[in-house]
């Protein structure tokens, strides 16, 4: 996994835990906690495709040339 992936991904978790901790603590405003987590999980998978399709690209470039 990219480490540009990894960054996202503690938020999403700790976005987690805060909306559950907020929910439980009968606060609404977790909702934004969750809209929080739904931002960084696209940005997560947003990144490890990239970094995929840019390794695939790289292999298929080099299969290319040889």
């Known amino acids: 996994m990219p480490r540009l992936a990894v960054y996202p991904l503690i938020v999403c978790v700790l976005a987690v835990a805060a909306a559950v ?3 439980v603590q009968g606060n609404w405003l977790g909702i934004v906690w969750v809209l929080l987590a739904g931002l960084a999980s696209n940005m997560t998978w ?3 495709k990239r970094d995929k399709a840019a390794k695939a690209a790289r292999a298929g470039g080099a299969a290319k040339t040889v």
């Open 46 to 48: 947003y990144y490890v």
């Open 21 to 23: 901790v907020s929910f």
